[in-house]
């Protein structure tokens, strides 16, 4: 990242409740939220474990919260206790609990509370953000959330110490209070979930019958298991765990000057085959043997997990880059573990990629925009994912011209939109997404972009770990992928012209109408369709470059169409004004900034892409076009956040912030910081109640919720 | 029942939509429900297999309806579809929809339904409900769902091939659809559920991953699958099945002039351990294979459970019983089974009754009232109960009288009021409701009304049975009982007054001021309170009675604390009015119905309870008491509904049902017809989002919700 994108309004260091207890170095280089600044706290991120499709989600205000697995959501009824009570007093928590009454009530037929709440408001609440270190200060109390990020060993291979650390299916939450007398204290540290706890054995804790449990390394602490919480402050005499209770946890004592925390792991043990379709189980169910085994192996690694956590704090706090970027990059990277699942495919690892709230799986347009990150952190779920997909989540089919339906021609292989959904597998070579014989509209097969993403990941992965055992396994597909590539433009090479022109045989349906989509696919139906498609048509040549590097002199082939594709992009153009149109074939279509979006491929392939290298050409006419629609009422919303067609109020986070990227990278056109405010605020405000979410309508967010996909942002920090 | 009870206001028969399809003839032996008469339709019912804690629930409009397990109530986002189209026009279906949009919604950013929908509304809906049919009647559809019940075959020892009949679980439904022309019609018939499915391979239909399938026996029916109803309307094309879908079904062609009936099995099949604290799986998997070896086999058997079914809706239809209380015993046995749960202890079946919604396990005060139900269709299931008890959920305590609390005194043997919560099993002598220190309120302790308990069911399946067996291996155990009884009044004969007056030493707490309640826990301080509880020492007088009746020789004791109790209960009555408080030791207390309850036992056990017999004077008094009481402004409402306590607008229907046969049968007092119809408008109209329910104020349920108590209605049937 440039220079040029360095933050130019500096953010005044916080100034925290706990300065005396030595956090307010360390918040220096956190991303502050709440009062003392112009950003809201309220609203909830993840905070997750690697690979157990799980999520200990909280920070909206008076909202479900807490950890739940499986999900794609905040788990309904959950909440968070956080806080203290001084004798006599109310009861400060952070106000993580939803705003319903205690479900005591449904027994008693009446809510009895005796122990009167007083969340902490909005203006008391300060929240710190980090890469790894999500934190809360409010009153006389510090809550922390921590979630590591490091490379992620290799399952196939890696010693099972390191993917014990790795995997750990539980994520660290400490919460501190001061004391500063007279009175005595009580520390409260809870869940709430709808189902039913019993204590653990193993460790000092409690967990659930679905899995979930909770438990800290802190003898003096009371475990509790209560019917609401305030039935717990009730007193409910010696015995300190009521079955019938959903809200467990913890009390601590805190005496009159003194500080206490409270570490406390919390996470999940599925033990069972957790998938229809194929028999899997969680991959941590071969790295530990209990529940007891996890919380334990958390809470005995939490000061190394601390020190983790700082140094990633740190280093993003360092990264060149506007705050409101940095806060993208840790809310994406949060949102973005929680979607993960590592599974146990009969001894072989399974690497997934949840899609948000819709929970498909490893949706191939995803998996493409996330490779960069995955290249970083875990190149080898690149490789997991693209043989998933060699293997079982292709096809081969033929195609047609629209023109001429009733003539089917050679096509070739392609692969689906994804390998199932919410644990159920697919069966082999279909989606779940995909529905045959519909004419471009939502759930019509992807078949053109996803043989592109397939190629386009390869080459970068081949580019960044010359894996020569992966390209030697995929020779051929590589090569069966060079021809599909060229005759979904058209099997006859004289008619080819430089885009898709021949949509899949499986689109055809009985109307012989139907046609293939983009990952764009709920733009209108001009825009969303495969056919002549600007932004799929950049796709296909990235994929034609990377197909030449990766195929020596068998590529010639593709450094043709590459070449055609270029060509027809450039002429694509209008000669006055350098706009290109969304659609190359001369239907009448609106600009689009994704045409740009593929340049990304071969620049992080190590292509020259300057103004005078091959492409120079190519990349020249795309700076004109970006620049003449990154204008207000075009490709601009008011607030400066970036609108991706011209024609529709419908807009990605995670594609926006990809072109962001190429934009000021490839294209040398830097972002006006004005954007990354906008662009942040549609997260904390327009997605406040789902975590980070990609689909916005004038910065709401309104699908593709709780999202892997902003993942997009690791970009920024290399 | 004594002909006082049979019918007074005939129902005229039920004219149907269908009389050409042969339906009128059953018809007119069901209760009708809807247009035509002064009954609403609109409200749920459970229709659930047997020990598989699942139901497939229906009847509100416009509600989450359709198959769900281990629940307690309707499945959240559940949709039943049964209905068809005729080409072009819109779909008709029943109202067991929610009134939201389809999931489509999500993903699409809007509903975009091209099939629009006209569900019938409630003047067209005819409902015609027997014990193990319910049939809805609108436009020319015909919908039914058939819960059989037959005396269940003990586990332990019956033949695999009854098992499997009594235990799939499944149930039935059908869908009639008549064409009279002239175009074609198409059926439907699906499920929708918050999870996702594929297609099943030993059975036509489908299955989702947490265990839910359904399937049809007609080849020619269409299997489907999609993201909402009308997505599959729009004709998604050859693929039927959308793995996206959570929509699962069948159409089946209906050509004019011709009717055809779809029936489909819907069943769940759990493979794995379903239980905390202790581990168990379903007996059903002893039974069956798997999901498809399930809905098979309840297919093989539809023609059996028809007629199973009408044989015993025609044996509800001639008990001599009022319409409103034939239509009590078919709700209230189908709700009893929705709660029923038979699990696999290592190779040992385990009956479970869940308590309704709580879901708590076997809660004791609920198997008192239910043992008459499971001595008629199930009495291994009162046996293997009780035997659950006396090896797990016993515990032996002291007790202390309230005015000298620091003296613990020697009480004996007691039980808990339940086994455990929500699949996960309390530790032994713990149950997951009680909590210990408190006094007299909602989780205290019943320690002496559970003992009681344990006694009367024993001592009722002794009558029922003569098993010996069980007699020898709980006999020691009796004379426990006996000893614990009576030093739970005192432990010194002296001071003994003929009601509980020591407390047991669980509830004492720090502050040495706590005490035990009764299962009218929800009631004032005063009234939930079990020293000196009416209620209660008629309990502790029934089980005296039988353990009298049981022990022979050794039951002395018992034969005189009985009659001390007895003496105690006349004593208390007004010697003016007849009516006795529901505190016995002269605190002011409002008078209650249920002290009249406990004669069931005796009765029931064969005991003469004539007024010239061995207890005609305890008897006198009682009819005495309830006749004073059973007025306007004391225990009855305006409508003619019984009020169980005079001072509190908090009624249980199960207790008032077992009253009312008390009353009725043993006392004398035949119940005003209008009761009936005011307890049966307490379900339809104020539980008709919950199924059957057990505790109501003013007519409207306030808890207890989905519960299986109302079985004490099978008492009216004999």
Chains 1, 2 share one sequence.
């Not at 799980?54 to 950890?67: M, Q």
């Not at 799929?536 to 195929?551: I, Q, R």
């Not at 055609?564 to 006055?576: G, M, N, Q």
């Not at 024609?647 to 294209?667: F, G, M, P, R, T």
Request: aromatic share 8%; glycine share 10%; hydrophobic share 40%.
């Amino acid at each position: 990242m440039r220079a040029s994108l360095v933050e130019k309004n500096a953010i005044p260091v916080a100034i925290t409740a706990m300065a005396s207890t030595g956090h307010i170095g360390h918040a220096a280089r956190m991303i502050p939220h709440g009062p003392g600044t112009d950003r809201t706290a309220d609203f909830h991120a993840h905070h997750a474990p690697v690979g157990a499709l799980a999520s200990f989600t909280c920070g909206r205000f008076h909202a479900d919260s807490g950890f739940g697995a499986e999900l794609g959501k905040a788990v309904p009824g959950g909440a968070v206790f956080a806080g203290y009570r001084e004798a006599g007093g109310p009861l400060r928590l952070l106000p993580f609990a939803p705003m319903t009454p205690d479900e005591a009530a449904r027994y008693l037929g009446t809510a009895t509370s005796d122990a009167p709440r007083r969340p902490f408001v909005a203006a008391e609440i300060r929240r710190e953000i980090g890469w790894c270190t999500d934190r809360w200060l409010a009153g006389d109390l510090v809550f922390e959330v921590l979630t590591p990020h490091d490379p992620l060993p290799d399952p196939a291979t890696a010693p099972i110490a390191a993917q014990r650390d790795a995997y750990v299916p539980a994520v660290l939450v400490r919460l501190t209070i001061a004391n500063p007398g007279p009175h005595e204290r009580t520390l409260y540290l809870a869940q709430q979930l709808p189902d039913r706890w019993l204590p653990l054995t193993g460790v000092h804790g409690l967990g659930c019958r679905r899995g979930v449990g909770l438990a800290t390394d802190t003898p003096e602490a009371q475990a509790f298991c209560a019917l609401g919480l305030d039935r717990e402050l009730e007193g409910f005499g010696a015995a300190r765990v009521q079955g019938l209770g959903n809200v467990a946890g913890f009390s601590l004592r805190v005496p009159p000057g003194a500080t206490r925390t409270l570490t406390v792991a919390i996470g999940v043990y599925l033990p069972q085959v957790v998938t229809l379709g194929r028999s899997m189980r969680y991959w941590y169910t071969r790295l530990f043997g209990s529940l007891d085994d996890v919380l334990a192996h958390a809470l005995a690694r939490a000061e190394v997990v601390r020190a983790r956590c700082a140094a990633r704090d740190a280093e993003l706090a360092a990264a060149p880059l506007h705050a409101e970027q940095r806060f993208l990059v840790a809310h994406a990277t949060r949102g973005y573990h929680a979607s993960t699942q590592l599974l146990d495919d009969g001894g072989r690892p399974r690497w997934v990629v949840h899609e948000g709230e819709y929970l498909m799986h490893n949706t191939f347009d995803l998996t493409a925009d996330m490779v960069f990150h995955e290249l970083r952190f875990s190149p080898w779920a690149v490789a997991n994912v693209l043989d998933q997909y060699a293997a079982e989540y292709r096809y081969d089919s033929r195609v047609y011209h629209p023109m001429d339906p009733t003539r089917l021609m050679p096509g070739g292989v392609a692969f689906t939109h994804d390998m199932g959904v919410m644990n159920v597998w697919s069966p082999v070579g279909r989606s779940s997404y995909e529905v045959d014989g519909l004419d471009r509209v939502c759930f019509s097969h992807m078949s053109c972009e996803e043989l592109a993403n397939w190629v386009c990941c390869a080459g970068v992965y081949l580019a960044a770990t010359r894996d020569a055992a992966f390209l030697a396994r995929h020779r051929s597909l590589l090569l069966a992928c060079q021809a599909s590539l060229a005759n979904r433009d058209h099997p006859e090479p004289s008619q080819r012209r430089g885009w898709m022109q021949c949509e899949d045989e499986r689109c055809r349906g009985t109307s012989h109408s139907g046609g293939e989509i983009t990952t764009y696919d709920s733009l209108d139906h001009s825009l969303g369709q495969s056919r002549a498609n600007g932004y799929l048509a950049m796709k296909m040549w990235a994929a034609h470059v990377l197909l030449a590097d990766a195929l020596g002199e068998a590529g010639a082939p593709a450094r043709a169409e590459a070449q055609r594709i270029a060509a027809a992009v450039i002429a694509s153009a209008d000669p006055v004004t350098g706009i290109m149109p969304a659609l190359l074939d001369g239907t009448p279509s609106a600009p689009i900034i994704p045409v740009i979006e593929a340049l990304i491929f071969p620049h992080r392939a190590g292509h020259d892409l300057s103004d005078t290298g091959p492409w120079g050409e190519l990349v020249r006419a795309l700076r004109r076009h970006l620049r003449a629609v990154l204008v207000p009422g075009v490709c601009l919303y008011p607030d400066g956040g970036w609108k991706l067609s011209a024609s529709a109020d419908n807009s990605w986070a995670s594609k926006i912030h990809l072109c962001q990227y190429v934009a000021e990278v490839v294209l040398g056109v830097a972002s006006d910081p004005r954007s990354h405010r906008a662009h942040a605020d549609w997260q904390r405000h327009g997605a406040a109640d789902h975590g980070v979410s990609d689909q916005f309508h004038s910065g709401v967010a309104k699908g593709s919720l709780s999202y892997p996909r902003i993942v997009t942002t690791t970009l920024w920090v290399g």
